[in-house]
Structures are given as structure tokens and as C-alpha cells.
């Protein structure tokens, strides 16, 4: 298989990463998490001038029609600066949504306000029980005329405090763990019925809980049985995230290298101890073991058969969590008492890291999935 990179991808690596260490500095990192959203407004917009916030998106809609190696290009740049914007939510996961399960119609009003910068979109999908499970939801959705009314409570919705629209998994029939049932709804953030508290995460970037008390809803494919689509929109997203977690965790990689030739101790430098040397070796190897497993999943993300997709995901989100944990925990304790500092920016790195490990299932988690699927090659394997 060819893994080289087309002219036009290179440049769009080479982009990116030219606007991450102009823009994305840990200095000015800081002080975009200080504006009013969290986030930079005018970063946004530079995403969008350079055509990244439409990157996936047809051609028809102000897009580039990218997939997911663009994507993984995109996101491993970001690893890289510890981006704070709603890329993820609005443009991977949010515009995934519409355009895997939208209408012709939905599509056309959504996705090329979401390549101007104009729409922000958030998913609304954990509940307080739900842990992992995408299909346990209680929270109800029920026809009245032509529209739908939505009463329940989501958490932890990622950008939830600045989005202008939620993407919201309610059940419309079936029990609260039935994979039937399940309907995906588009509700304005702002409309009636709506309320929503929005509070900083651990790893800098911002999130709300939502409660929805008889707002209205507009459906999003077909109502109860969204969950497919859902699916498959959240596994591209969880190869978006191992692409952003082997930048971080390279980033993590060279902070440490790069202390280890500075750092004196006993008169030389601490990375001519051959103990620290062994220890330098081995984040790079299960960084390298990570970067393989998050391009298969970048492969994977596409496929049209879900066990065989599910298979990809999990086995790629084990390693990331596995890998992620091994080189942070090391680059903290090479690091040594600075580390730990919020001055420094290793600590931040293996925070986002910890963090990509929880959202849409822990390596644990993920390893039962992939143990109950008789493995990454199935049981006759």
C-alpha cells in the first residue's frame, strides 16, 4: 500500500503546521483560553479563510471534499498546538452528522455556514448513566404536527456553551438501552426550552450541560433509526482524535528529548545517562506504535461494513490510550517537578492526551468491544 502523501495533501500539511507554530504558541495559547468563548474568534476565522472548517464537505457545499487522510493531516497539526477551537464538535463530528444522515436541505443550509465559520454545531449524546453506551438515552422525543418536542438532559457536550446548534440523540420508542428507537434532532441552543451552563474541562478546551424541557426539534435522517449513522459519524471521529493524539503525543516526545540534552545534573547533561536514553526510546516506540494504529484507523474510518470498521476503531483507540498514557506519564517524570507546573507545557500535553483517551470510550472500554468481536481479525483468525 502506498502511504506517500499527494502534492496537494503535502501542502496542506505544510499549511497547517505553518499556521500552528505561527499562531499557536504556548504563550498565546494562554490567552486565547481567556477570551469570552474559550477560544480564538479570530483563529476561527483563519481556519475558515484557508478552507479548513470545509474541508470534508462536497465541493457543492464550499467545500474541498477531503477525507479522512486530510482530516488526519489537519488533526495531527492541531495535536501538535493544543488547539482550543471547536474543530472536532462542528466540523468533524457536527458536520459528519449532517452530512452522513442530513437532508438534501439540511445540507445545503448547514454545511457551507460551517465552511464560512458561520454555524457552530455541538453533539448532544452523554447522559448521566450513560457512560460510553451511544444508545443509552433517555431522553424522550415526541411528535406534535409537523415538528418534534425534546424533555431530557445531556452533559458534557463539548463547545456546548457557544454553539448555535445542538445535534441531539433522543428516543422516540423502545426501552432506555434499545438500539431501536433512536432519533438524531437538530434544536436551536438558543430556542425556547433550552437552557445550558458551560464550564471549563481538564484538559483547557470548554463543554455544557444541556437541558432540553419541551424544546423544539427538527429531525436529522430518519427518526429511530439514527443510530447507524451515528455510529459511523462518531468512529471518523474517533480517527480524527488518534490523528490529534499522536501529535500530541510527539510534541510530548521532543519537549522530553529536548530537556534531556539541557538539564544538568552531577555536571553533564541528564540525557547522557544510558537509563534515560533507554527511557527516551521507548516513548518513541510506543509513539510510532500509536502513529500506525491511528493511520489504520484513518484507512478504516470509511468503511462501509460496520463490524469490520468497529473492529479497526477500537483496536486503534486501545493503542492510543495504551500509548498516550506510557509517554506522558514518562515525560512527566523526566521532566521531573516542572512537569508538573501549569507555567510548563508538558503537564497540558498529557491533560489533551488523558482526555482523548476518555471521549467516545476508554482504551478498557474500547478492548472489551474488541475482545467480544473475537478480535482486530475475528474468532477464526
Same mark, same amino acid.
Given at each position: ?10 501542502? $496542506? ?23 469570552? /468563548? ?8 483563519? =481556519? &475558515?479563510? !484557508?478552507? !479548513?472548517?470545509?474541508?470534508?464537505? &462536497? ?44 437532508? +438534501? ?67 422516540? +420508542? ?9 432519533? !438524531?434532532? =437538530?434544536?436551536?441552543?438558543?430556542? +425556547? ?9 481538564? /484538559? ?10 419541551? &424544546? +423544539? ?116 517524570? $523526566? ?21 482523548? /483517551? ?5 482504551? /478498557?472500554?474500547?478492548?472489551?468491544? $474488541? ?11
Amino acid at each position: 500500500m502506498d502511504f506517500d502523501l499527494s502534492d496537494d495533501q503535502r501542502l $496542506l500539511k505544510d499549511s497547517v503546521e505553518r499556521l500552528i507554530a505561527d499562531k499557536y504558541g504556548f504563550e498565546n495559547r494562554k490567552k486565547y483560553m481567556q477570551q469570552p /468563548d474559550g477560544w480564538s474568534r479570530e483563529i476561527w476565522a483563519q =481556519l &475558515a479563510e !484557508l478552507g !479548513l472548517l470545509g474541508l470534508p464537505f &462536497a465541493e457543492q457545499y464550499g467545500g474541498f471534499g477531503g477525507g479522512s487522510v486530510e482530516t488526519m493531516l489537519v488533526m495531527e497539526a492541531f495535536g501538535h498546538g493544543l488547539v482550543l477551537e471547536p474543530y472536532v464538535s462542528t466540523v468533524v463530528l457536527g458536520g459528519g452528522l449532517i452530512r452522513g444522515l442530513g437532508s +438534501a436541505a439540511q445540507q445545503a443550509a448547514i454545511l457551507p455556514a460551517i465552511a464560512e465559520g458561520k454555524r457552530l454545531l455541538a453533539f448532544a449524546h452523554v447522559e448521566r448513566h450513560s457512560r460510553y453506551d451511544l444508545f443509552d438515552v433517555v431522553t424522550t422525543a415526541k411528535r406534535e404536527g409537523t415538528g418534534w418536542t425534546l424533555n431530557g438532559a445531556k452533559s458534557v457536550v463539548l463547545h456546548g456553551d457557544s454553539a448555535d446548534q445542538f445535534l441531539v440523540t433522543a428516543r422516540i +420508542a423502545g426501552g432506555q438501552r434499545a438500539r431501536d428507537g433512536i432519533g !438524531l434532532f =437538530l434544536v436551536d441552543a438558543k430556542g +425556547a426550552g433550552v437552557s445550558r451552563r458551560g464550564y471549563p474541562t481538564q /484538559d483547557g478546551l470548554r463543554a455544557a450541560e444541556v437541558t432540553l424541557s419541551g &424544546a +423544539a426539534g427538527e429531525a436529522v435522517g430518519d427518526p429511530g433509526a439514527a443510530l447507524p449513522g451515528i455510529e459511523h459519524a462518531v468512529d471518523r471521529t474517533i480517527a480524527a482524535l488518534c490523528a490529534e493524539a499522536v501529535g500530541v503525543m510527539a510534541s510530548m516526545q521532543e519537549l522530553t528529548l529536548d530537556y534531556l540534552k539541557t538539564r544538568k545534573q552531577f555536571g553533564r547533561a541528564i540525557g547522557e545517562f544510558q537509563v534515560l536514553q533507554h527511557r527516551a526510546v521507548d516513548m518513541l516506540i510506543a509513539e510510532e506504535q500509536a502513529r500506525s494504529m491511528a493511520l489504520f484507523a484513518t484507512v478504516m474510518a470509511d468503511e462501509i461494513n460496520p463490524v469490520e470498521r468497529t473492529r479497526a476503531i477500537a483496536a486503534a483507540k486501545v493503542q492510543i490510550g495504551r500509548s498516550g498514557r506510557h509517554v506522558g506519564q514518562e515525560c512527566i517524570q $523526566l521532566h521531573g517537578g516542572i512537569g508538573m507546573t501549569m507555567e510548563y507545557k508538558a503537564g497540558h500535553y498529557f491533560k489533551r492526551m488523558t482526555m482523548i /483517551d476518555k471521549l467516545y470510550g476508554d482504551a /478498557d472500554q474500547h478492548l472489551t468491544t $474488541l475482545a467480544k468481536l473475537g478480535g482486530l481479525f475475528g474468532a477464526a483468525a
